[in-house]
């Protein structure tokens, strides 16, 4: 009898620390995770070919701020747009741009076999860095920015996401018209509109 005691008292006791230890381990995960503060940003627009652009014509786009902007020796954007002989659009990193300058930062980039609509995540493998992507129209890219301008400090990750798609082209013109989403988080990958989750 005493041995029945004993063994359900330790069982009783196993199960109340077990208990204590999932609810804290959750009530931790709670406590340290750090919410995204900003929305998800969506928009398009017309972008020129970085050679053959009429002056100060926006050629780049400055994902945090989803501005589309001239690339100029300011360097203050993530990605410029180009026409290749051939007349796909060329996706071109500040790296490749910028030719190797101090300061520049780490872009990636990757075709997504996806529908942009439907892409509501970020890739979490398969880019290539500072490397130039000749894509097609209506073909999904996702984009991975390491700005330490942004992210250097930030306890969530080092990375911005982004997701673009060329709607349509005028060679003519040396024109784009684009759409893209960009998560403005740092560390963050959803491109589900408002505050994300993840």
């Given at each position: 009898m005493t041995d029945t005691v004993t063994s359900t008292k330790r069982t009783f006791h196993a199960l109340v620390a077990a208990s204590v230890i999932v609810t804290f381990a959750a009530a931790c995960k709670d406590f340290t995770g750090i919410p995204a503060s900003l929305a998800t940003l969506t928009d398009s627009g017309t972008v020129f070919a970085l050679n053959g652009a009429p002056a100060r014509a926006p050629t780049a786009l400055h994902l945090y701020t989803g501005t589309r902007l001239a690339a100029d020796a300011s360097f203050t954007f993530d990605i410029a747009f180009d026409i290749d002989a051939s007349g796909n659009p060329v996706i071109l990193p500040l790296r490749t741009v910028?030719?190797?300058?101090?300061?520049?930062?780490?872009?990636?980039?990757?075709?997504?076999?996806?529908?942009?609509?439907?892409?509501?995540?970020?890739?979490?493998?398969?880019?290539?860095?500072?490397?130039?992507?000749?894509?097609?129209?209506?073909?999904?890219?996702?984009?991975?920015?390491?700005?330490?301008?942004?992210?250097?400090?930030?306890?969530?990750?080092?990375?911005?996401?982004?997701?673009?798609?060329?709607?349509?082209?005028n060679p003519i013109a040396r024109t784009m018209s684009i759409q893209y989403t960009v998560d403005p988080n740092c560390g963050f990958v959803s491109f589900l509109p408002g505050i994300p989750k993840d």
């Amino acid at each position: 009898m005493t041995d029945t005691v004993t063994s359900t008292k330790r069982t009783f006791h196993a199960l109340v620390a077990a208990s204590v230890i999932v609810t804290f381990a959750a009530a931790c995960k709670d406590f340290t995770g750090i919410p995204a503060s900003l929305a998800t940003l969506t928009d398009s627009g017309t972008v020129f070919a970085l050679n053959g652009a009429p002056a100060r014509a926006p050629t780049a786009l400055h994902l945090y701020t989803g501005t589309r902007l001239a690339a100029d020796a300011s360097f203050t954007f993530d990605i410029a747009f180009d026409i290749d002989a051939s007349g796909n659009p060329v996706i071109l990193p500040l790296r490749t741009v910028a030719s190797g300058l101090a300061g520049a930062h780490t872009v990636s980039l990757q075709n997504v076999d996806q529908d942009f609509s439907t892409l509501e995540q970020a890739p979490k493998s398969g880019y290539h860095a500072d490397t130039a992507l000749v894509t097609r129209v209506g073909q999904t890219v996702a984009i991975q920015s390491l700005d330490a301008g942004l992210c250097g400090f930030s306890v969530t990750g080092s990375s911005i996401y982004a997701k673009l798609v060329v709607l349509s082209m005028n060679p003519i013109a040396r024109t784009m018209s684009i759409q893209y989403t960009v998560d403005p988080n740092c560390g963050f990958v959803s491109f589900l509109p408002g505050i994300p989750k993840d």
